[in-house]
């Protein structure tokens, strides 16, 4: 399977296009009413703080955009970016946050296992799949639209 990068600039009509079939987007216009539910996954695999808030700005700014009752938003996490996950980590406030919001965020069992690491080390509130990449795979032939910040 093909990984497709989406630029920065594009997220908005990319989301719009994916996740809601038959919708137009011209200067200034979204989709409407009846169009569907949209629907995102949002991949972060870097231990990065950064790339963490990137992703974390996304999902709000597609909840603000579309209305956080418009769409479902995923964020999964695998390999290195499950340190973010951790219960130290630095942007553990911000995942609260965002789960507060409705964004739904997972951690892969797979890296856990691999990196030794249990329930009880991560976060309070998050999701667990069994295969983040397989999660992805999921939500991509379910309609979600992909995006890896």
């Avoid at 390999?79 to 996950?85: S, V």
């Avoid at 309070?124 to 995006?147: D, H, N, T």
Wanted: aromatic residues 6%.
């Amino acid at each position: 399977m093909r990984r497709r990068f989406i630029p920065a600039a594009l997220l908005g009509a990319a989301i719009l296009s994916a996740s809601f079939p038959g919708a137009t987007l011209a200067a200034g216009k979204t989709a409407g009413p009846g169009s569907g539910r949209g629907k995102v996954i949002f991949q972060v695999s870097d231990n990065d703080g950064a790339k963490w808030n990137l992703a974390l700005n996304n999902a709000k700014n597609v909840q603000q955009d579309l209305g956080a009752g418009n769409v479902d938003i995923e964020i999964v996490a695998y390999g290195p970016g499950i340190g973010m996950l951790k219960l130290e980590s630095p942007v553990g406030n911000r995942v609260g946050e965002a789960i507060d919001s409705g964004v739904k965020v997972v951690a892969c069992e797979n890296t856990m296992h691999n990196q030794k690491l249990t329930r009880q080390d991560m976060l309070a509130r998050i999701g667990y799949v069994k295969a983040g990449v397989v999660e992805l795979m999921q939500k991509q032939r379910e309609g979600y639209a992909y995006i890896r910040p």
